[in-house]
């Protein structure tokens, strides 16, 4: 049974030390995964669908089921395709994990979205430092199947390759403009807050605390100030950014971005639990049990 993933080299980037993986397209090895993992699936499928209840936004939740993700097996790629492909256009293909970010936007601009193949063992249920099958399936997937949030990841993927031509600094903004949205969004519903962000929905312990702690900021969405807004990635996030919808996300980030990187070049990043004169407070955090790693 081979279900380790090839891993190549290790690389600084700047989500951290993180190993890279041979960048090529994997067919999904379905028939190798093992009752083990099909139970670490399950698991955690049944545990953050519960979690999410009243927690993600409604999206979320429904395109999940349109898909018919269960507890009941790891989902084929095949199948989520079929579903995919004649809602928004988009495709995911197997990965072997983190992609070099030339290659990850490449995907992304030609409505492809990378999902690692294999997933964590049984005691990462709780954590593990890269993304794994479960967290690109369940956490991201579900909204690709909202139009305007796949024609969101999409600019995205765009504005990626475009970004990359300009150099290290723009690179830095977007990343951190994903990071704020894609990752470790929240939006604002009739309903109240809900999450819509992957890195949260794939995590039981951020789900409930992004909403429920006093600790955390929760300011409204602001391009500028996410794209110099650092970052935690080994510790729950500090500040969380809130939009009103999918389209406010869409509308905001439709101009040219080139003169933003270049007037931001000139100014200071913002560390990540930091409250500015100019932001629209949701919540205040307290920074109770904050530990002070440095940010990202
Ligand atoms: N408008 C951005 C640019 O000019 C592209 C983009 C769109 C980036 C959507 C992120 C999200 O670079
Ligand atoms: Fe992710």
Not at 125 to 132: G, N, Q, V
Not at 167 to 182: I, Q
Request: glycine share 8%; charged share 25%.
């Amino acid at each position: 049974m081979n279900t380790q993933p090839r891993r190549v080299e290790h690389q600084q980037t700047d989500r951290g030390y993180i190993p890279v993986y041979t960048t090529g397209v994997v067919e999904q090895p379905w028939a190798e995964y093992t009752r083990t993992d099909h139970e670490v699936w399950a698991q955690l499928f049944r545990r953050q669908r519960e979690t999410l209840k009243n927690r993600a936004t409604r999206e979320f939740l429904e395109n999940q089921e349109r898909f018919g993700m269960s507890a009941d097996a790891i989902p084929k790629f095949d199948d989520l395709n079929a579903v995919l492909k004649k809602g928004t256009g988009w495709e995911i293909v197997g990965v072997e994990g983190l992609l070099p970010d030339q290659v990850f936007f490449d995907h992304l601009a030609n409505r492809r979205f990378p999902v690692t193949w294999w997933i964590r063992k049984p005691e990462q249920l709780d954590y593990i430092s890269e993304p794994d099958l479960f967290h690109d399936l369940f956490g991201h997937v579900p909204l690709l199947l909202n139009p305007v949030f796949a024609d969101y990841i999409q600019a995205y993927g765009k504005g990626g390759v475009k970004a990359h031509g300009i150099g290290a600094d723009a690179l830095m903004n977007l990343t951190r403009l994903y990071w704020y949205t894609v990752e470790f969004g929240l939006i604002n519903t009739p309903q109240g807050l809900r999450i819509y962000g992957s890195g949260i929905v794939s995590s039981k312990g951020e789900s409930i605390y992004c909403l429920e702690s006093d600790a955390p900021n929760r300011i409204g969405f602001d391009l500028e100030r996410i794209m110099r807004t650092r970052y935690k990635i080994d510790t729950y996030q500090q500040t969380y950014f809130v939009i009103d919808s999918f389209e406010q996300l869409m509308e905001a980030t439709e101009p040219d971005f080139r003169p933003i990187y270049e007037r931001l070049a000139k100014l200071d990043s913002f560390p990540a639990g930091e409250i500015q004169p100019s932001d629209r407070v949701i919540h205040r955090g307290t920074r109770e049990g904050w530990i002070e790693t440095p940010d990202t």
